[in-house]
């Protein structure tokens, strides 16, 4: 029944987010929408507007797919619109650059978390989108997976937590070849001034089809919590 579903999650291609696109939009009931595949290209992105354009309010909205900065500026409208009801937004391996995404955050005053997930930035990218999401005061959870930094970003998170008191977890995983050699007073190494280190584990565990190898979590007198997983690279065998 289109008029019961309040979450819906949909294309494997781009072929077939334009063939759903028109019988989503009958969907009036949706709060929230997960739209792509890792294939999907800016092919999809006229028909993912024209999905967002048909939300009266969305509360979560994931893309997935090889959009870039080019097939962006519709859906960017869309979620502008929408900015008052968007709480959730997740990005997972788009290659929309850091300019292109500050922008959209600068809109989303109410927004509660962000999880970005493939999304090549690099530090210099990550600074820079750091800048638009301190503005925003109700982020609440930040989701950062390969996204290409390395440890010296630790320090601007650390920076982000101080200026969005709001903002209790903030979770950034990166390749384990990227991290220094550490003492035993880690937060000192990594010049993370106003955190400790609370829990150091090592292990194993999948994820986006890396393998976390070391888990270390940071706090603040706030109680802010940094979360830092080092990455081995994934399997192709």
Not at 21 to 38: N, S
Not at 88 to 96: D, G, H, I, S, V
Not at 132 to 139: D, E, T, V, Y
Request: glycine share 8%.
């Amino acid at each position: 029944n289109k008029n019961s579903l309040t979450y819906l999650e949909v294309g494997t291609s781009d072929e077939d987010v334009a063939t759903l696109a028109p019988c989503i939009q009958e969907c009036t009931r949706l709060t929230g929408i997960g739209v792509g595949h890792r294939s999907l290209t800016n092919k999809s992105a006229p028909a993912i507007a024209s999905i967002l354009s048909g939300l009266h309010q969305s509360n979560e909205f994931s893309l997935t797919g090889q959009i870039d900065d080019h097939g962006f500026p519709a859906i960017a409208m869309e979620l502008t619109r929408i900015s008052a009801s968007l709480l959730f937004l997740n990005f997972y391996w788009t290659k929309l650059s850091s300019n292109v995404l500050s922008s959209l955050m600068s809109s989303l005053d109410h927004l509660r978390d962000f999880q970005l997930v493939g999304n090549k930035l690099g530090d210099k990218g990550l600074r820079e989108l750091l800048g638009a999401l301190r503005k925003l005061k109700s982020l609440q959870g930040l989701g950062l997976f390969d996204i290409g930094v390395t440890w010296r970003s630790l320090q601007d998170l650390e920076r982000l937590l101080q200026d969005v008191p709001n903002l209790q977890l903030c979770y950034v995983a990166m390749e384990k070849s990227s991290f220094p050699a550490v003492g035993e007073d880690i937060a000192k190494t990594l010049n993370l001034s106003s955190m400790k280190c609370v829990q150091k584990v090592s292990g194993e565990a999948n994820s986006y089809g890396h393998t976390v190898t070391f888990e270390m979590n940071f706090v603040n007198s706030c109680s802010q919590l940094l979360t830092v997983h080092l990455l081995s690279p994934p399997s192709h065998s």
